[in-house]
């Protein structure tokens, strides 16, 4: 071997790398620029800028198109050699890329990084393809074997690692979602980790926090909780709306009545509440159910029941009961409701709410509800009272523990709220009778059961 041509450059080189063609010399200088040379002259071809820091890597595709350089700046730079430009720079590890090398023949590459990381990458699409991990230090080194199946890194763990193709198909959707998600809960685990150093440095670290860690599968849960409640509300609303309309009807066509138009007047005067309207949507839906052949009517609007109007009639004459009115009055317009919405999939709004509460996971519930807003907690309260009635175990079980996540979350704000007493009202009788029936049902099954094993202890004996 014999020296045959010294090349002066202006500042420390870091790297170099020969074309597989055997035209093209690439140089990493200290300064951050990568400078092209011809190999048989050493004449200058082209200066490629863009690294903010040394670039520490650099290898050429087979067919000399490419250049891949890796810098100490973090970033993967992707070079035309045909007038230098840059192509694309991408974001390629959490700390300095050490090492490069394409696969041959392709405009595949693979990159190694002090993160202990080694990344597959497709240039012409700009993307990265797998994360291989299994070092727990900085990879320095990395080889691709001729025929691009196989390849070996070396790191500062003291190790060397092969990896192989194998013939298991990948989906780089799936496997962006992966990251993704990982990114997500770990900038979410850094988060709560700052938030305990915050509240340790205030001097509350005699507090309790709750206990779980937020997830993907949590936050998903609560999007979905209140998107559910964001629907149920515009859809009493949208019942609103229409009994509004059918009172105003009625209303006109009940002009120059008499004590029915003040039972009608009565009604309208207070503001219908979302259990009543739940109720006459349930009503509705078991009224459509049965198909019962009769239709309800407003008062004096032509009811086909004559009994019924003259038992309005009477009530009203005679001072009923304000409460029993407004009952038979909701019972009438329940044949009025608007065609059930398909976004609710034909369930009233208590039913909705209780689909997406009852589709999260139980270890995912206490956080989900934990990241509902105080105003979002007290409508979902609301819906609770809705589900004990329904009269299903399950249901009254969810609510119960919905019901106590909420309270014992929110208890001072609820103390200090005269809107939610009400609900807190109407929630603890039936939350009360609701878990009595439970005991009851419980107690009665599990003495059958005994009773049934005393019978078949007698029988064997």
Same mark, same amino acid.
């Given at each position: 071997v014999t020296l045959t041509k010294t090349l002066e450059m202006s500042d420390d080189v870091l790297c170099v790398r020969c074309s597989r063609d055997?035209?093209?010399?690439?140089?990493?200088? !200290?300064?951050?620029?990568?400078?092209?040379?011809? !190999?048989? +002259?050493?004449?200058?071809?082209?200066?490629?800028?863009?690294?903010k820091l040394?670039?520490? @890597?650099?290898?050429?595709?087979?067919?000399?198109?490419?250049?891949?350089?890796?810098?100490?700046? =973090?970033?993967?730079?992707?070079?035309?050699?045909?007038?230098?430009?840059?192509?694309?720079?991408?974001?390629?590890?959490?700390?300095?890329?050490?090492?490069?090398?394409?696969?041959?023949?392709?405009?595949?590459?693979?990159?190694?990084? =002090?993160?202990?990381?080694?990344?597959?990458?497709?240039?012409?699409?700009?993307?990265?393809?797998?994360?291989?991990?299994?070092?727990?230090?900085?990879?320095w080194s990395l080889a691709v074997s001729a025929y691009g199946d196989k390849i070996f890194t070396a790191s500062h763990d003291r190790s060397i690692r092969r990896?192989?193709?194998?013939?298991?198909?990948?989906?780089?959707?799936?496997?962006?979602? =992966?990251?993704?998600?990982?990114?997500?809960?770990?900038?979410v685990e850094n988060q709560q980790n700052d938030d305990q150093d915050a @509240?340790?440095?205030?001097?509350?670290?005699g507090m309790a926090a709750a206990a779980g860690r937020k997830t993907l599968e949590s936050v998903s849960a609560a999007d979905a909780i209140v998107d559910a409640l964001e629907i149920a509300a515009n859809e009493v609303e949208r019942l609103q709306e229409a009994y509004a309309r059918e009172e105003e009807e009625a209303m006109r066509r009940k002009r120059g009545g008499g004590g029915a138009l003040?039972?009608?007047?009565?009604?309208? +005067?207070?503001?219908? +509440?979302?259990?009543?309207?739940?109720?006459a949507a349930a009503a509705a839906k078991e009224e459509r159910e049965q198909k019962k052949s009769a239709s309800f009517a407003f008062p004096g609007q032509g009811s086909n029941n004559k009994d019924d109007d003259d038992d309005m009639d009477d009530?009203?004459? /005679? /001072?009923?009961?304000? =409460?029993?009115?407004?009952?038979?009055?909701?019972k009438n317009k329940a044949a009025a409701l608007p065609a059930p919405n398909p976004v609710m999939l034909g369930l009233s709004p208590s039913n909705f709410v209780l689909r997406a509460v009852s589709r999260v996971k139980a270890n995912?519930?206490?956080?989900?509800?934990?990241?509902?807003?105080?105003?979002?907690?007290?409508?979902?309260? /609301?819906?609770?009272?809705?589900?004990?009635? /329904?009269?299903?175990?399950?249901?009254?079980?969810?609510?119960s523990r919905v019901a106590a996540l909420l309270v014992r979350l929110h208890l001072g704000r609820l103390k200090s709220t005269p809107a939610a007493k009400p609900v807190l009202m109407r929630l603890f009788a039936k939350l009360r009778l609701g878990l009595a029936a439970l005991k009851d049902t419980v107690?009665?099954?599990?003495?059958?059961?005994?009773?049934?094993?005393?019978?078949?202890?007698?029988?064997k004996a």
């Open positions: 055997g035209k093209l010399l690439a140089a990493s200088l !200290l300064d951050t620029t990568i400078k092209i040379y011809y !190999l048989d +002259s050493l004449k200058f071809f082209l200066s490629l800028y863009g690294h040394p670039a520490l @890597a650099l290898d050429i595709s087979d067919d000399s198109s490419l250049l891949l350089s890796g810098g100490a700046d =973090k970033n993967l730079r992707i070079w035309g050699l045909d007038f230098g430009d840059c192509h694309k720079s991408l974001f390629a590890h959490n700390d300095a890329v050490t090492t490069v090398a394409f696969v041959p023949n392709t405009h595949y590459a693979f990159s190694g990084g =002090k993160d202990g990381a080694v990344k597959y990458w497709d240039l012409d699409r700009n993307e990265m393809l797998l994360e291989l991990k299994g070092h727990h230090g900085e990879i990896w192989e193709r194998t013939n298991e198909p990948f989906f780089v959707e799936e496997e962006k979602e =992966k990251r993704l998600e990982s990114l997500f809960e770990a900038d @509240a340790l440095a205030a001097g509350e670290e003040n039972d009608m007047k009565k009604s309208a +005067s207070s503001k219908l +509440s979302t259990v009543e309207i739940l109720a009530e009203d004459e /005679g /001072g009923g009961d304000l =409460k029993q009115q407004r009952s038979r009055f909701l995912d519930l206490e956080q989900a509800l934990l990241m509902l807003s105080f105003a979002d907690a007290v409508r979902l309260l /609301g819906y609770v009272t809705a589900w004990i009635d /329904g009269g299903s175990g399950n249901n009254i079980e969810l609510a107690g009665q099954n599990t003495a059958a059961i005994r009773m049934f094993q005393r019978q078949i202890k007698e029988l």
